[in-house]
Structure formats: C-alpha cells, structure tokens
C-alpha cells in the first residue's frame, strides 16, 4: 500500500539502507536483517511449526531480497516488499512439500494405496545418488572460501543452530546469518555454473 502521510522513520532509514546496499555496501544489507530477522523468522515458524526450518526459511529470504533488492519499489515500505517475499516464499514451501506431510490421525494404509511411500529408508539406487550428490557437494564446497565452507559445515553437516555457531566464532548472530546466506548464495552459483548446458 502507497504511504499517503510520508514515510514513517523507520522508512526512511530502510532506503537509506536499502540504497547503500545497491551501492555495494554488504553491512547496509547486514543491518536490515538486524532490523528485520526476528519478525521474518516468526512469520515462517507460523507457517511451519518447525524452529530449525523456520531459520534455514529465513536465510532463504533474506538471500532472495538481497538478490532482487534492485528491484524494490520506494513507493512501498520495505517491510511490506519483504514480508511480500516471505510469505510468498513460505507458501512455495508448504505447496512443494504438501504431498511429504501426513497427519499422524491418518491411516497410513490409505497413504500406500494412493502410491504415497511411507518408507523413508532409501534403496540402493537411492543411496547411490546420496552419495554421488554427497561427492558432488564435497566438490563444490572447496571451491568456496575456507570460511564460507566452515560456516556451511557447522550449519549443516554439524547440524549447529546459528546461536552455537556465533559462540563457538565469537562472531555477532547478524554477521553470522549474513555471511551463511552469502555462502549459500555462492554455492548456488557454483552447481548453477557446473551444470549449465553448453
């Protein structure tokens, strides 16, 4: 919705910020997620009722208005562009992984008659590509700086929440959730190159 009082404030500061981060300033970006991280986390722990998920959600989100940042709109709040994108992005979520979820009142016999596999144990097949997937993340990984891959390790292979892994580095939970969604970001980048089509 249009603003027709002016800006509040808190707006103004924000495309300050927002503009400076345009500009190639990556701690202008740091304090909007400062500014912002708690309210977007709750949103996604509303959605998913999973506290883990709901960070891993977050970082996505914020990855996704760094990228597209340029084409935020100064006639909106940036609070309003950036729940827009985490609803948005939460809803995607729930969509792709309705058909994975099932209700524990549910009958799982009515779940194998519609073709739905309860069996969570891969076949050999499937354990195949883990470990060809696993081989290939390896890969990519050592492409990156030492430091994004370490982030991406205690996150993800160490299974650390981000409060642990501010502690264990001495490091601020903003720097930390900042720097993960910039690794995340360059990883992507990598399997993006390594598997374009020539």
Do not use: C
């Amino acid at each position: 919705m249009v603003e027709p009082q002016g800006p509040s404030a808190q707006a103004i500061v924000d495309r300050m910020l927002v503009a400076q981060v345009i500009d190639g300033n990556q701690k202008a970006f740091q304090e909007l997620m400062d500014r912002y991280y708690d309210a977007i986390f709750f949103t996604m722990l509303k959605m998913v009722n999973d506290k883990h998920l709901a960070e891993d959600l977050t970082l996505e989100v914020f990855g996704k208005a760094y990228t597209g940042i340029a084409q935020y709109n100064t006639q909106y709040a940036f609070s309003t562009w950036l729940f827009r994108i985490a609803t948005n992005h939460g809803i995607d979520f729930l969509r792709r992984n309705r058909q994975r979820t099932m209700s524990i009142d549910e009958d799982p016999k009515q779940h194998e008659a519609s073709g739905v596999l309860l069996d969570e144990k891969p076949g050999p097949e499937e354990e195949l590509i883990q470990i060809q997937s696993a081989r290939e993340l390896n890969e990519m990984m050592k492409r990156l700086k030492p430091f994004w891959k370490k982030l991406l390790e205690m996150r993800y292979f160490d299974e650390l929440s981000y409060e642990e892994i501010a502690e264990q580095l001495n490091m601020s939970m903003g720097t930390v959730k900042n720097q993960l969604f910039r690794a995340k970001e360059q990883l992507s980048k990598i399997y993006f190159e390594k598997n374009k089509k020539p």
